[in-house]
């Protein structure tokens, strides 16, 4: 009985050293395998045979103890060893690796699987995949923010095209302290003009096919179209300009065509005059008929208005200059134009010009005007914005009014009106006023951008897939989401480098990395088996020794039998 029980014995220890050695093969054959976690066998004692009981020590008698042989070893369990192995960089960008407990989230044809194999590619729809799983994760929405809310493929569509309007502009630079206060604008005026139907000095409501100079004829008829040429403003040239008398050009144009007041609007516009910044500012008929140009201060605002820049129907057989002009009065005072482009909605460039005037000095600081012009203003009015700026004695800022402006952008197709913020604080855009000898701003960034395609991507350690543009744009397009087990032994794996849930497993927190104890993401990497291959072999040398060992106990048992048959012939 002894014997045959030994034989038993030996057996239960060469099938647990035959088991150990299965595991130890399984993961030598898996040490190159991406993410593997390496598999460890235990054993307990499989059941023990009671000789006698033990008995309790009574009077002069000692106590006895229970007499017990053991029948064998069995598996207690095969675990795998969850810790991180070694992260080994790829340099592609589809490779992720997770320095931490999570686990990838993929689907599966519908099925949700769990993965540490960060071997990402992108499939024909811009999906990243592993062997057609879909990896999991947040969207974003239009404006490129994460929506934390169900999971969804993330999607990655190189080549797609984007375009960003421009809501901010930051500026850096210093005014000069030190300049001369403006006082006065530019100031030019035509000869008197009269109106024919009355014979009395040209107003306001007076046809412009009506207007005529100290001569008897006419100046404009319907049709005639006026161009309004090489004006310069702050010695630029402004661009050219055309007028058709007898179109209605403003709300303020008559049923029988179009007034002296169209025509002053229109100049008002294009010269870009602010009357805000300068009550007196402005194109204006005075009571002698004479047209006024009143320019804002500040020596960078100077209108030259001249004879030459008014031409009657320019490109016909016989054009005609039908005003005469004479220049009075410059702009003066402290003052500086910077020009920067901004991107609407479509990502079409737009060239805007800030200046900035010097208008006050009291004991409290200086007090800047600045104007917002632009061209590509889809109205005729060149004049976007205005507002002051206030600093202390220490040339800092005390105060920004109107910090934002509006430029309009109506039948391009673009969002319109466009709101743009000026800034003029902060890490990236700081303006001072301190005496110089001259003024100097600019346009240190704008967060808007032409159209560009998307060339590549990246991911971050929390996960972020962010796209890299053509026109340098940086775009968030998803976040790869982790999956967290409070128990991960319990996860049984489906082959492939999957993982299941399991009732044991409990059930999966999605989080992103970098919370919950998930780990880090590291873009363009992927984590090595974590076999060791050094304890695996001294494991299979031990295995082996066991197998050995156990057989001898079998082959032992087997000629002690022989000898004990022998024995009854």
């Given amino acids: 009985m002894g014997l045959t029980t030994a034989l038993y014995t030996g057996l239960s220890g060469m099938t647990t050293s035959s088991e150990a050695i299965t595991v130890t093969g399984n993961n030598i054959a898996n040490s190159n395998t991406t993410s ?3 598999g460890r066998i235990a054993f ?19 106590g006895i103890n229970p007499s ?3 029948l064998g070893v069995r598996t207690s369990g095969i675990t795998r060893n969850f810790n991180t192995g070694s992260i080994n960089p790829t340099g592609v960008n589809t490779d992720l690796a997770i320095e931490g407990n ?4 993929l689907n599966l044809g519908g099925v949700t699987r769990y993965t540490r194999d960060g071997s990402f590619q992108l499939d024909a729809n811009f999906n990243l995949v592993r062997n057609g799983g879909l990896v999991q994760g947040y969207g974003v929405d239009d404006s490129y923010d994460v929506i934390e809310g169900p999971l969804g493929n993330i999607t990655v569509p190189i080549g797609d095209g984007v375009a960003e309007a421009t809501s901010e502009v930051r500026f850096a630079g210093n005014l000069n302290a030190g300049g001369d206060v403006a006082t006065i604008g530019a100031l030019a005026t035509s000869g008197p003009l009269t109106d024919f139907a009355t014979s009395l000095a040209a107003t306001g409501t007076t046809l412009l096919t009506n207007l005529r100079d100290s001569g008897s004829s006419t100046l404009f008829t319907t049709g005639d179209v006026l161009t309004v040429t090489g004006v310069k403003k702050g010695g630029a040239s402004l661009p050219d300009k055309t007028f058709e008398i007898g179109a209605s050009n403003t709300t303020d144009s008559t049923a029988n065509g179009t007034t002296l007041d169209d025509l002053l609007g229109f100049l008002d516009d294009i010269f870009g005059i602010d009357p805000n910044a300068n009550a007196t500012a402005g194109v204006t008929v005075d009571s002698s008929g004479q047209i006024v140009v009143a320019g804002n201060s500040g020596s960078v605002n100077n209108l030259e208005v001249q004879t030459g820049n008014f031409i009657v129907n320019a490109g016909g057989a016989s054009p005609s200059l039908p005003f005469t002009f004479d220049q009075s009065q410059t702009a003066d005072g402290e003052s500086v134009r910077t020009t920067f482009v901004a991107y609407d909605s479509l990502g ?3 060239t805007i010009d800030l200046t900035m005037t010097l208008v006050d000095k009291t004991t409290s ?7 917002v012009q632009s061209e590509d203003d889809t109205d005729v009015d060149r004049v976007l914005g205005s507002g002051t700026i206030e600093f202390d004695n220490d040339g800092q800022l005390l105060t920004q009014t109107n910090p934002s402006f509006t430029i309009n952008r109506d039948l391009t197709g673009a969002s319109s009106p466009q709101l743009v913020t000026m800034a003029i604080t902060g890490p990236e855009g700081t303006i001072s006023s301190l005496t110089d000898t001259q003024s100097r701003i600019s346009a240190t960034s704008q967060n808007g951008s032409s159209f560009g395609t998307l060339q590549s991507f990246s991911v971050t350690e929390d996960g972020l897939v962010v796209g890299v543009y053509s026109n340098s744009l940086l775009r968030t397009l998803g976040q790869v989401t982790l999956a967290m087990f409070s128990n991960p032994q319990g996860l049984v794996e489906t082959g492939g480098n999957l993982f299941d849930v399991t009732v044991n497993s409990g059930t999966p927190q999605i989080v992103t990395a970098g919370s919950g104890g998930s780990g880090r993401v590291v873009g363009g990497a992927l984590e090595l088996s974590n076999v060791d291959l050094s304890a695996e072999f001294i494991n299979l040398i031990s295995a082996s020794t066991g197998f050995s060992a156990s057989s001898r106990v079998v082959t032992t048992s087997d000629r002690l039998i022989q000898e004990l048959l022998a024995t009854a012939r």
Avoid: M
């Avoid at 000789?51 to 009077?59: D, E, V």
């Avoid at 600081?365 to 104007?371: L, M």
């Fill in 68 to 70: 017990q042989v053991g």
């Fill in 44 to 62: 307990e004692t499989q059941i023990s045979q009671t000789i006698r009981n033990g008995s309790a020590p009574s009077g002069d008698i000692g």
């Fill in 36 to 38: 593997f976690k390496a």
């Fill in 348 to 350: 079409t460039p737009l």
């Fill in 102 to 105: 999570g686990f990838f989230v």
């Fill in 365 to 371: 600081g200086t007090t800047w005007r600045y104007d």
